[in-house]
């Protein structure tokens, strides 16, 4: 089975950084489109920041010129570096990834556990 697994979560001041990874294992033929959710407290999730095979990548506005996606597509691995958070930057952060697993399959969608951010003085 397919795994997502993040790592890099944690507590920060305002004004730090963060570097968010997720690295896919498994039986995997092929990932197109990878990236990073989040939910805070009774708030619905949404998505920060994706990033397909291709190298398109799309960003929600605020984080816009803050955070950045890359991705390491020989590791099945995408991150996150997040510059200047905010105290409305916390939430859990979970990764998201379209993933095909044999040559005929569909492109089915996983998810990660989560890992919790945390931005406050």
């Known amino acids: 089975q397919v795994q997502l697994v993040e790592s890099g979560g944690g507590l920060v001041q305002p004004g730090g950084s963060l570097r968010l990874s997720c690295v896919a294992s498994?039986?995997?033929?092929?990932?197109?489109?990878m990236g990073w959710y989040r939910q805070a407290p009774g708030k619905q999730r949404e998505l920060v920041a994706s990033?397909?095979?291709?190298?398109?990548?799309t960003y929600t506005d605020s984080v816009k010129g803050r955070f950045t996606i890359s991705r390491d597509n020989a590791k099945n691995t995408v991150y996150l570096q997040m510059n200047s958070l905010r105290p409305e930057d916390t939430a859990v952060y979970y990764c998201?990834?379209?993933?095909?697993?044999?040559?005929?399959?569909?492109?089915?969608?996983?998810w990660g556990q989560g890992t919790q951010v945390t931005v406050s003085s």
């Open positions: 998201n990834a379209d993933i095909m697993l044999y040559f005929y399959s569909n492109y089915a969608n996983y």
């Open positions: 498994g039986r995997i033929f092929s990932i197109n489109a």
């Open positions: 990033k397909t095979r291709g190298g398109s990548t």
